[in-house]
């Protein structure tokens, strides 16, 4: 994929979550955008692949360890975090605590811009089909999405305080294929995603911007007009792959699957 901008280098930035799926391809696409990659996880790490990189071990969940982890950075990609649904106190550290964590630090060390990866849980309680934009009500599908809904809040909050821009992603379905019919519509190609978060980066005066992360796919749930100042222009569509999606058997009529966006999520728990 070759960039769309002519856009000057970032000195340092800083990938949290490096370690995880979209870590890993991030790692990789990022370098056209900054001369050093920060990358930081609480996972392993393979060590950095040269002066272009940095490599940070750090529990999101630490502020002291977070507020180091952002010193010296231009802009933050916040990938950082659980990803799946899980127990409301697995989620509290990384995902509630964490993302609290980065924008203090952000404060802190005069950080101006967060690209935020918030997630379709956020609204994943609407039915498939339902057209949605960013003014629509928010309506969470487990504690996964009631955290990346926190996340949006304080990249709001940080921007109306203290001058902070993000841009919230509120990713689809970010794989190298999509894996049942819902992702025919959430699908977001590594490609897509790469172009996205280049206008996240690069776009002026976002303030706090909620943009939908989906590839130009045939039937598509969500609506970003309200996101057009970004100039984000999917080039993929998951169409290529509807035949052999549809190969698969038709889940029951009430599975949730079929019913809500958010899809298996609404069903994840409860963890007592």
Known sequence: MTTTLAAIPFKRLLLTGAAGGLGQVLRERLQP???VLRLSDIAPLTAARGPHEEVVHCDLADKAAVDQL???VEAILHFGGVSVERSFEEI???NICGVFHIYEAARRHGVKRVV???SNHVIGFYKQGEILDAHSARRPDGYYGLSKAYGEDLASFYFDRYGIETVSLRIGSSFPVPHNRRMLSTWLSYDDLTRLIERALYTPDVGHTLVYGMSANREVWWDNHLA???GFEAQDSSERFRQQVEAQ???AAD???RVYQGGAFIAAGPFD
Do not use: I, K, R, W
């Open 228 to 230: 057009g100042h970004l």
């Open 70 to 72: 952002v010193d010296g």
């Open 249 to 251: 058997p038709l889940p």
């Open 33 to 35: 955008y900054t001369e």
């Open 116 to 118: 935020f990866a918030s």
């Open 255 to 257: 599975d949730p699957a």
């Open 92 to 94: 509290l550290g990384a």
